[in-house]
């Protein structure tokens, strides 16, 4: 019997997102295990007593390996996603409808050998950096209207790093 998970007595899972770009203002996005089609920046959750930048540093590290990177700017506010009804109650144990995220703009001053997914928990099999025009088209569905609002967000800090590169 599968359980019926209400939606709406669930909260936000907090966590923190980064937007990582190169010396080219390229973004970083990495795809998941196990998926030839899940891109995505990499995120994850704030721990108690975590603050989101030292949250975002920690999931660099954690994700791919390394935190070498520079801090630019973070979203005004949080941005929220709901997960789709196939996965409400079956990721994160049961525990959230989706997550609370907020984003961190940072500049990467390592270099590619620097990045290694083969951390102590893989979450991603292959990465690349891409144009920050592309990152809407990479990111299903559900994560869409975040990533847009992000970009926008971070457009002009982007732009303005692409003249200095």
């Not at 939606?7 to 390229?26: E, F, H, K, Q, S």
């Not at 995220?101 to 997914?117: E, P, V």
């Not at 690349?128 to 002009?156: H, M, Q, S, T």
Request: charged share 30%.
């Amino acid at each position: 019997m599968t359980k019926i998970v209400a939606r709406d007595t669930l909260p936000y899972r907090p966590c923190v997102g980064i937007m990582l770009l190169n010396d080219r203002g390229a973004v970083f996005v990495a795809r998941r295990c196990g998926s030839e089609a899940d891109w995505q920046m990499p995120q994850g959750g704030i721990d108690e007593g975590e603050d989101a930048r030292s949250a975002a540093f920690r999931e660099l590290e954690e994700e791919i390996g390394t935190a070498k990177a520079e801090f630019i700017a973070m979203t005004a506010a949080p941005h929220r996603y709901d997960l789709p009804d196939e996965l409400l109650g079956r990721v994160w144990k049961g525990r959230w409808r989706g997550q609370e995220q907020m984003w961190m703009l940072a500049r990467f001053t390592g270099t590619d050998a620097d990045i290694r997914l083969d951390t102590a928990h893989p979450e991603f099999d292959a990465w690349k950096w891409i144009d920050a025009e592309a990152l809407p088209g990479l990111i299903v569905a559900f994560k869409r209207p975040v990533y847009e609002a992000v970009l926008a967000e971070f457009r002009p800090r982007i732009a303005a790093l692409k003249t200095l590169g």
